[in-house]
T-cell receptor
Framework: GENVEQHPSTLSVQEGDSAVIKCTYS??????FPWYKQELGKRPQLIID?????GEKKDQRIAVTLNKTAKHFSLHITETQPEDSAVYFC??????????FGAGTQVVVTP | EAGVAQSPRYKIIEKRQSVAFWCNPI?????LYWYQQILGQGPKLLIQ????????DSQLPKDRFSAERLKGVDSTLKIQPAKLEDSAVYLC????????????FGPGTRLLVL
């Protein structure tokens, strides 16, 4: 089955700097890659996703890149703000539509 | 649009007791998922329903966990008997039918087994 590894587990950045989180997956048939943000005690919320027919997708300060050959994808947050502090999860959906989540990255943005 | 609803939000039980969680998906979402999220980890799929049929329950500990979605809408997840290691947040999610559709999560039920 699919295996997703996520790095780093914690990330501390100064407000205004960029944050990058990387995930690798094992199943070459996976073709949908969502990213979720989870604030403390709240539900995971989708922030951006990418499908395998696209290499990059951007939404304001958030972007995701996908390298199918290397089987990795990354989340980029630019001009970080304190409200970006949360746990971020990547996921990969296999050909059956089953999601495998990464272990999460705790992002802390310090003013 | 109303989101995924779950109840209760919190539950504290003693080991060997039973507990049940309820989920109401977004209207029109034929696919429903139950996840277990242990503190510091990502969600782990327990079971996936398509309407009232089970699509995947390969990671459901069937000796103690059961789930049903009798009318293809609401779903219940039960644990009997509970163990200490079942302490976690149980998340319900739903999506439109089809592969690789966006999953929308409920607020979760935080379970503590003492």
């Amino acid at each position: 089955g699919e295996n997703v590894e996520q790095h780093p587990s914690t990330l501390s950045v100064q407000e205004g700097d960029s944050a990058v989180i990387k995930c690798t997956y094992s199943d070459s048939a996976s073709n949908y890659f969502p990213w979720y943000k989870q604030e403390l005690g709240k539900r995971p919320q989708l922030i951006i996703d990418i499908r395998s027919n696209v290499g990059e997708k951007k939404d304001q300060r958030i972007a995701v890149t996908l390298n199918k050959t290397a089987k990795h994808f990354s989340l980029h947050i630019t001009e970080t703000q304190p409200e970006d502090s949360a746990v971020y999860f990547c996921a990969a959906a296999d050909s059956w539509g089953k999601f495998q989540f990464g272990a999460g990255t705790q992002v802390v943005v310090t003013p | 649009e109303a989101g995924v609803a779950q109840s209760p939000r919190y539950k504290i039980i003693e080991k060997r007791q039973s507990v049940a969680f309820w989920c109401n998906p977004i209207s029109g979402h034929a696919t429903l998922y139950w996840y277990q999220q242990i503190l510091g980890q990502g969600p782990k799929l327990l079971i996936q329903f398509q309407n009232n049929g089970v699509v995947d329950d390969s990671q459901l500990p069937k000796d103690r966990f059961s789930a049903e979605r009798l009318k293809g809408v609401d779903s219940t997840l039960k644990i009997q008997p509970a163990k200490l290691e079942d302490s976690a947040v149980y998340l319900c999610a739903s999506s439109l039918p089809g592969l690789q559709e966006t999953q929308y999560f409920g607020p979760g039920t935080r379970l503590l087994v003492l």
